[in-house]
Nanobody
Framework: VQLQASGGGLVQTGGSLRLSCAAS????????MAWFRQAPGKEREFVAG????????YYADSMKGRFTISRDNAKNTVNLQMNSLKPEDTAVYYC??????????????????WGQGTQVTVSS
């Protein structure tokens, strides 16, 4: 499985960005795709996840109401729409895929594959 992330960039406080992650290769029937982020000097943290079978979603508390995760079935892609961005959202954003889709996991160790990361910078 390969994951290709895109869509990062520089935006002002209050602005919006849309990230996309395209998955290619063989996956399970009920995999989970998620976004994590990692700021300099900090641990990688869960942002949002999408369970492909059933379409359920899960968000970290600080992202609820501002970020929306969705899928494009035809393209095997997960998108992350980020609104009302804040300087503290600045980080490298990674998409990840867990082959075992029993739940939407927030721990990095649950994920089998990772994309290359895309930089999001929010200026104040």
């Amino acid at each position: 499985v390969q994951l290709q992330a895109s869509g990062g960039g520089l935006v002002q406080t209050g602005g919006s960005l849309r990230l996309s992650c395209a998955a290619s290769g063989r996956t399970s029937s009920s995999f989970v795709m998620a976004w994590f982020r990692q700021a300099p000097g900090k641990e990688r943290e869960f942002v949002a996840g999408f369970r492909w079978s059933g379409g359920s979603t899960y968000y970290a508390d600080s992202m609820k109401g501002r970020f929306t995760i969705s899928r494009d079935n035809a393209k095997n892609t997960v998108n992350l729409q980020m609104n009302s961005l804040k300087p503290e959202d600045t980080a490298v954003y990674y998409c990840a895929l867990a082959l075992s889709g029993g739940a939407i996991y927030s721990h990095v160790r649950r994920y089998n594959y990772w994309g290359q990361g895309t930089q999001v910078t929010v200026s104040s």
